[in-house]
């Protein structure tokens, strides 16, 4: 294990110790035993709930966010003000790296409350002293010529935003040949398509940089090779494991240095990736990670919206106990909006109303995910769910298959 | 805040701050060694909107936040504000807590957006200044995902508009709520009086306008308190004649010393309030206000905006070169705005729906949802 900030890691295994979660899959809090150390996952957030951080360290959390987790039992991301500005500090130095000034004046077009993706941002363009317009998600069309042309008026040079927006702003720019004035982009939240890119690249001369970053951590951000995500080991130590997937990716798992309230050790993100050492052509030293899959069964939606089919599967069965197979189909409205079209095949036998199934199926779709919730109201996120009968018997293996037809696969 | 020095010292240098807006310097120049504040100009909303919207800063040394508002004259005003404007804002919201007597380390669910409208961000700043532990959510979520985040956090405050509370009012029940801060909108005494009943708590109400926080309610309910160090009060009478005098009504007039970026200085708000020296039974000391209403015409578009009628027809008239214009508001499962133009044409009815639609965000918004239908006719 190599860890370039060794003072900082030993700091986060200290406070790692008397955590519960912690407590539970480790043996030991040994430094030289890291690399051996069993990895964590987003169960350590079940040990931060609420009464559990009123119990402990409540003194020093300031905000809190979420991730994830069903509606009803969301996923608490705390903060202490210390790793806030650690992380903003760490972002600033990244923006700055691709060219982000405090002469730059950027929109931030992400989701805010009850995420961390807008605000995390903003406090990284204000450490850097930019002229910040905090504008949020776009959802339809007359939003989007709504803020492009503010965005034109404003005279705003840069966005922070995810693919689906810019779809929406671009589409909008368009069709009313109106100008784009923002020449950076700096995209988070979802795969940026090379479609996308380039689109933005030869109709207005603008520059996407694609972040890669999650609730739990800011990792890093491409530079002008597009060729993987700088990052900066003394803030994030990145480890593969397991045998490589079938592009040469391996399970990555992070260690956020500077994570206190919940320290994020050797957690598994659900990502491949590899890792490039060697020297970079844009003069950068830092290392680069290289996104290269992600664990089987998990979607992106547009929104930046992550979703896993076992998730969907899991609300459908327990609501419509009769479903046999799941099929999900995934498929592109319009630009910026997808469509989540789950065909559920219910057990030869079943005599009963589809429509209550139906209503039945639909809601526990909508309550498996806060983030899939949120979408749905946003409108990113169009779900429609359909019954057939089959010839399936009641008993035996069920089966859940994924089918993306999207134009852009994120 | 400039705490410590004299108001007159304060008020010269808000007007010598003021002289280098660019937006609306010229309305002060001359008057930064005023003898009398009376001989200082009043600023008004036309000041703000009608000038260019870039940026009013002409140095800039640090970050600047924008934020918009929409106004009531039809046009969207930004609110510039550097960290600094922040963070002493965040300090009179500090006092806030105090007077409101929110205890240390609660729990505060602030339900505002927390983008595009400064409210949101500046109420979670205010909260995190007074060391409050803040749960920051956009009012877009599905009641679902509110009520989970509700159930989850068990916030001991919450800070929301009233009409948002009152979207979310079943969702937000929670034993651990124990004031119910609201702003942003007018509180009706029947929407306190319904939440105080569901949400078992006190509602407190804070008054401010995008140009400037104002005062909030102590747990008597009895007026907003308001720190003489943060903001000047003055009132005008609402026919402009003569002076208003202690418990009588008149126009709010305001000067605020903790936003440097808009240095805001006998600002005319356009409301109608009374002033009280009489003490506070809570202990808490200076002047209390008191808010009736509006001065003027206007339309209640839709919760927490109002549009003053006269400012639209006027704007529509100047854009669109019409020879008459009227509206017509009716509420009733939906609202409908009906502008009644002449002359009329199809293309005068697109331009004239475009314009009123782009008037803010939030119409667009609500046009989407079906609950705004804005209709042209001819005369």
Redesign the interface.
């Given at each position: 294990m190599v860890s370039s900030n060794p003072a900082a890691l030993e700091r986060l295994l200290s406070r790692a110790k008397g955590s519960p979660y912690y407590e539970r899959i480790w043996r030991t809090f040994d430094i030289q035993k890291f690399d051996r150390l069993p990895p964590s996952d987003e169960d350590i957030f079940k040990y931060y709930?609420?009464s559990a951080i009123n119990n402990d360290k409540?003194?020093e959390?300031?905000?809190?966010?979420?991730s994830g987790?069903?509606?009803?039992?969301?996923k608490?991301i705390p903060f202490s003000?210390n790793e806030w500005h650690a992380r903003a500090n760490y972002r600033a130095r990244m923006y700055q790296n691709i060219g982000v000034s405090?002469d730059t004046?950027v929109a931030?077009m992400l989701?805010?409350?009850?995420w961390v993706a807008?605000?995390s941002a903003?406090a990284a363009?204000?450490?850097?002293?930019?002229?910040?317009?905090?504008?949020?998600l776009v959802s339809?069309a007359?939003?989007a010529e709504?803020?492009l042309?503010?965005i034109n008026?404003?005279?705003i040079d840069a966005l922070v935003t995810i693919p689906s927006t810019l779809e929406f702003l671009l589409d909008a720019a368009v069709k009313s040949i109106a100008p784009f004035r923002p020449r950076t982009i700096i995209t988070s939240g979802e795969v940026l398509s090379p479609k996308l890119r380039n689109e933005m690249r030869e109709i207005f001369d603008a520059r996407c940089y694609s972040c890669y970053a999650s609730t739990e951590a800011f990792i890093g951000i491409e530079c002008d090779t597009q060729h993987g995500f700088h990052y900066d080991p003394q803030e994030v130590l990145i480890e593969l494991v397991g045998p490589p997937n079938r592009i040469g990716g391996r399970k990555a798992l992070i260690t956020v240095l500077r994570s206190e309230i919940v320290p994020l050790i050797r957690y598994a993100l659900g990502d491949y990736l590899c890792l490039d050492f060697t020297p970079c052509d844009c003069g950068l030293s830092l290392p680069r990670a290289i996104w290269a899959g992600r664990q089987k069964g998990e979607i992106e939606l547009a929104g930046g919206i992550n979703v896993s089919t076992s998730e969907i599967a899991a609300s459908v069965f327990n609501a419509v106990p009769q479903t046999r197979d799941v099929k999900i189909w995934l498929r592109t409205v319009s630009p910026g909006r997808d469509l989540l079209h789950v065909v559920l095949a219910l057990s030869s036998g079943f005599e009963g109303e589809f429509v209550d199934l139906r209503r039945a199926a639909m809601q526990a779709i909508?309550?498996c995910s806060?983030d899939l919730?949120?979408g749905?109201?946003?409108g990113q996120v169009v779900l429609d769910v359909e019954i057939h009968a089959s010839l399936a018997p009641a008993e035996g293996k069920r089966k859940v298959r994924l089918y993306d037809r999207r134009q852009v696969v994120r | 805040m400039t705490v410590g020095k004299s108001l007159d010292e304060r008020l010269k240098g808000n007007v010598a701050l003021a002289v280098q807006h660019r937006v609306f310097g010229d309305l002060y120049n001359g008057h930064e060694h005023y003898q009398s504040l009376n001989d200082v100009p009043f600023l008004t909303e036309k000041h703000i909107t009608s000038a260019d919207l870039a940026s009013a800063a002409n140095e800039r040394q640090a970050a600047v936040f924008h934020f918009f508002t929409s106004g009531t004259t039809g046009r969207r005003k930004k609110i510039p504000y550097t960290v600094h404007d922040i963070a002493s804002v965040s300090q009179y919201l500090r006092w806030f807590c105090v007077v409101e007597r929110i205890k240390p380390r609660s729990r505060v669910l602030v339900l505002m957006d927390q983008y595009y409208w400064g409210i949101g961000q500046l109420t979670a700043y205010g909260h995190m200044a007074a060391g409050n532990i803040v749960i920051p959510v956009d009012t877009d979520l599905s009641k679902s995902s509110i009520q989970g985040i509700v159930e989850c956090t068990q916030p001991n405050v919450i800070s929301s508009l009233p009409s948002v509370i009152d979207k979310f009012l079943d969702v937000l029940k929670c034993h651990s709520i124990e004031v119910v801060e609201t702003t942003g909108e007018r509180l009706e005494q029947a929407q306190r009086e319904k939440f105080e009943s569901a949400l078992g708590a006190r509602v407190l109400d804070a008054y401010g306008l995008s140009e400037g926080l104002v005062g909030v309610e102590c747990p008597l309910q009895d007026g907003y308190h308001f720190d003489e160090e943060a903001v000047f009060i003055e009132l005008i009478a609402i026919d402009g004649v003569g002076p208003v005098g202690e418990q009588e009504t008149g126009e709010l007039v305001i000067s605020v010393f903790n936003h440097s970026l808009m240095p805001i200085t006998r600002y005319r708000t356009g409301d109608v309030c009374h002033v009280s020296s009489t003490p506070c039974q809570c202990g808490i000391s200076g002047r209390r206000v008191w808010l009736h209403g509006r001065v003027g015409d206007h339309i209640n578009l839709f919760e927490g905006y109002s549009i003053h009628k006269e400012s639209l027809i006027a704007l529509l008239t100047k854009e669109l070169d019409l020879e008459d214009v009227q509206l017509k508001f009716e509420r009733r499962e939906r609202r409908e705005l009906s502008i009644f133009v002449r002359p009329y044409s199809t293309l005068v009815e697109r331009a004239v729906s475009r314009i009123v639609e782009n008037i803010a965000l939030e119409v667009i918004e609500m046009i989407r949802q079906g609950e705004l239908v804005i209709r042209v006719k001819g005369m």
């Open positions: 709930s609420m409540s003194s959390i300031a905000m809190i966010f979420f987790g069903t509606t009803h039992t969301p608490l003000l405090n004046t931030v989701p805010f409350g009850p807008g605000p903003q363009l204000a450490k850097i002293g930019c002229e910040i317009y905090p504008l949020g339809s007359a939003k709504h803020l042309s503010l008026d404003q005279k909508q309550e806060l919730n949120d749905l109201s946003q | -």
